[in-house]
């Protein structure tokens, strides 16, 4: 099996900031895109920021600017830098990882538990 563990969630102020981290364990072959989603109550979940094995990373226009996802491989963790943290911001971030296992020809999306953000004065 595969798990993805986020940490580094919690309450900040307007106009502060976090990081998000995502560790993904188990059995693994390679991992190809990983992203962060987050979803407020009442809302659908949403995407806020992607990258891919190469590097090439995509943002929500919201958090453009704001934030930076970033990975480190060889650990096969994901992470994200959160600055000019806004209201708007508070959800429950989810980390995703597009993982291919052993034995399988193609990649298959794995979710962690996710971890609650606030920002709130």
């Known amino acids: 099996q595969v798990q993805l563990v986020e940490s580094g969630g919690g309450l900040v102020q307007p106009g502060g900031s976090l990081k998000l981290s995502c560790a993904a364990s188990g059995s693994i072959v390679s991992i190809n895109t990983m992203g962060w989603y987050r979803q407020a109550p009442g809302k659908e979940r949403e995407l806020v920021a992607v990258?891919?094995?190469?590097?090439?990373?995509h943002y929500a226009n919201s958090v453009k600017g704001r934030f930076t996802i970033s990975r480190d491989n060889a650990k096969n963790t994901v992470y994200l830098q959160m600055n000019s943290l806004k209201p708007e911001d508070t959800a429950v971030y989810y980390c995703?990882?597009?993982?291919?296992?052993?034995?399988?020809?193609?990649?298959?999306?794995?979710w962690g538990q996710g971890t609650q953000v606030a920002v709130s004065s």
């Open positions: 990258i891919t094995g190469g590097g090439m990373t």
């Open positions: 995703n990882a597009d993982i291919l296992r052993p034995g399988s020809t193609s990649y298959t999306d794995y």
